[in-house]
């Protein structure tokens, strides 16, 4: 059976919240067993156990938090073939999916063991403390739903 984690760092919640739906969205049919987890909680080996891999930041200066990083960067030397990698970010309107893409290019780059493509969303907030702009959280359930139709498990 397949799993997933969503693993996420947050500041101020608005990523948590991203993070909770997109784990509604992947378990929504009970077909998915899926783990929220904040990165602070979470080691690669744990990551490594699920099939899924969702990983979510805040934009900081264009780019994953620290924590994310530190946590890709254990990853990056990892075998991730046949996991479905998937990534997310918080941002104003101008960061539009400037984490997503840095979060990718650390495990694309210099690690022959990804399978890509991957999927991503960049979900956008009117401040750091939010909320999230009207129609935005919509989006992360979709993405849930998204990942597990396209592993032909959809409900």
Not at 1 to 20: L, R
Not at 64 to 85: A, F, V
């Amino acid at each position: 059976m397949t799993t997933a984690i969503v693993v996420y760092d947050s500041w101020y919640g608005c990523t948590q919240t991203v993070a909770e739906e997109i784990a509604r969205g992947l378990s929504a049919d009970g077909r998915v067993p899926t783990v929220v987890a904040n990165v602070k909680t979470v080691d690669a080996a744990h990551v490594l156990a699920h099939g899924i891999v969702v990983v979510g930041s805040p934009n900081h200066q264009g780019g994953p938090t620290p924590r994310i990083r530190r946590m890709l960067e254990e990853l990056r030397g990892r075998d991730l073939r046949g996991r479905r990698l998937v990534f997310f970010d918080t941002c104003f309107a101008p960061d539009h999916g400037k984490a997503v893409g840095r979060m990718e290019a650390m495990l694309r780059d210099r690690n022959p063991f990804v399978s890509p493509p991957f999927m991503g969303l960049s979900v956008i907030a009117r401040s750091p403390r939010g909320p999230l702009l009207p129609g935005e959280l919509s989006k992360c359930g979709e993405l849930g739903r998204s990942v597990r139709t396209s592993l032909a498990i959809s409900a």
